[in-house]
């Protein structure tokens, strides 16, 4: 009888703690995505008050690190997974993470706002970031040495820009590293000689420059237009990654939600781009 006790008092805590943490999605990773993230979750909070929704950032590589220990149910990335990172996937739960789009990015490169450089190609821009470039005086600028920001390595918007504007080379060796797109613009902001890169979303107290894809091409903003339709030159999906196992119930309401005409007003809101509708089933 005192065993059956036990069991039974041993169930019920099991209970609790299930209780506790029903209504619960956590969400983890990608710091270009934390504003959207935060105001999803609170326009959803506000809607749905028995879920709470709980977001921290630290970058994509972050998050995909904590889908594979389970301490998170949902990672957001500003990169598509690499292959290295499904493959601790399917070593810890035995599947791939499912992908959703949830919305788009036009990766913005920003300056001060008295910089009189408008508009810089991509080959000015790897030229730049890798240190082949060190004064604005070599791109139409001021006579002063150019001081680069960027973002640290866990991050996806580091790992973008490397792929898709430096083809691969290594970031110059004086860049100086920030731990988010935020810190980045505000490094910028009060430094007339800084550059840096981030999410179109944090451009608030900077200047984004036109981008030209070529030098004899025209320089294009990152604009809603340009990067809905892929004129931008540097422009990306931003993305939500989960355990196949967890993407039921109100994980999957919450990812519906998101995805829907609602969630993605929320994403032109906040000063991203949303998805068309052809790529939200």
Known sequence: MKNLIKTIVVLAA??????AQAGTITVKGSDTLVILAQKWAEVYMAKNPGTKIQVTGGGSGIGFAAIQNKTTDLANASRKIKAKEVA???KAFG??????????DGLSVYVGSG????????????????????????????????????????????????????????????????????????????DANGIGYGGAAY????????????????????TDENVIKGAYPIWRYLYVYVNPDLDKGEIEAYLTW?????????????????????LRD
């Not at 099991?14 to 209780?19: D, L, Q, T």
């Not at 001021?142 to 973008?160: K, L, M, Q, W």
């Open 14 to 19: 099991f209970a609790g703690v299930a209780a």
């Open 88 to 90: 601790e996937c399917l």
């Open 95 to 104: 599947k791939r993470p499912t992908e959703y789009k949830v919305a788009l």
């Open 115 to 190: 910089n009189p450089v408008k508009e810089l190609s991509l080959a000015q821009l790897e030229g730049i970031f890798t240190g082949q470039i060190k004064n604005w005086n070599q791109i139409g600028g001021h006579d002063a040495p150019i001081t680069v920001y960027s973002r640290e390595n866990s991050s996806g918007t580091y790992e973008f820009f490397k792929e898709h504007v430096l083809k691969g080379r290594d970031f110059v060796a004086s860049a100086q590293t920030m731990p988010g797109t935020a810190a980045v613009l505000q490094a910028v902001t009060k």
């Open 203 to 222: 451009g608030e107290g900077a200047r984004a420059l036109g981008i030209k894809a070529s030098e004899g091409a025209a320089a294009i903003e990152p």
């Open 258 to 278: 998101i995805r829907s005409d609602e969630g993605q007003k929320v994403v032109k809101d906040v000063g991203y781009f949303p998805l068309p509708k052809n």
